[in-house]
């Protein structure tokens, strides 16, 4: 006869977990906002059906060379020119050819740039810039692919030679093939999705 009197003690263990869970739930751990090093960024990678996503989540400094309000007007260029070049995905981010990924949306942000300098379209949010002084860009990029099962690489070594500020990626990746992390480095930035 199945007794379920064992079980008793741990389900109550578990249900006693709960609140501490949903309170660490409350914080963020999504890799909107990790900890802020300069020289190093955070990218997410999911491939889901033909859909590639990255995000990139960096502080500004390794983009820019700076994470105040783009005051000036060399300031005000130097945004501009980094939110191009984040613009040319294919350039950043080089996936197999086979697989023919093509960029489909692009979404640049940070509290201390306005939308329009960076590209965007959207009007501001209401985003208040950091009080510590350290401000962040989010980059999303959504790329689709013709043939995602050709898909096996993204090499990040034009994120590395474009902006010269990081010294270390860390990824994190989700595919159907497999899931997984992996810090990246200048001079070796192959991510492998297999």
């Known amino acids: 006869m199945f007794r379920s009197r064992p079980l008793l003690p741990l389900l109550l263990l578990s249900l006693a977990s709960l609140p501490a869970l949903a309170a660490d ?3 963020d751990h999504h890799g909107n906002h990790p900890a802020h090093v300069h020289g190093v960024g955070k990218l997410d990678l999911a491939l889901e059906g033909n859909t590639l996503t990255l995000h990139l989540d960096t502080p500004l400094i390794n ?26 995905v294919g350039r950043l981010f080089v996936t197999d ?13 940070s509290a201390v740039l306005p939308p ?27 790329l689709v ?13 034009g994120l590395f030679a474009a902006f010269p500020g990081f ?25 492998p999705l297999n």
């Open 97 to 109: 050819a086979a697989a023919q990924c093509k960029p489909a949306e692009i979404q640049l942000e």
């Open 25 to 27: 739930d409350a914080h």
């Open 145 to 157: 692919c013709a043939t995602p099962g050709a898909l096996t690489t993204v090499d990040a070594s």
């Open 63 to 88: 983009v820019v060379g700076f994470e105040h309000a783009a005051n000036s007007a060399r300031d005000k260029d130097t945004v501009r020119a980094a939110a191009k070049t984040l613009r040319d």
């Open 116 to 142: 329009a300098l960076l590209g965007e379209k959207t009007p501001a949010t209401e985003s208040t810039a950091p009080a510590d002084g350290h401000a962040d860009l989010d980059a999303d990029f959504t």
């Open 167 to 191: 010294q270390r990626i860390d990824v994190q990746l989700a595919t159907p093939k497999k899931q997984g992390a992996a810090q990246l480095v200048p001079g070796t930035a192959l991510i």
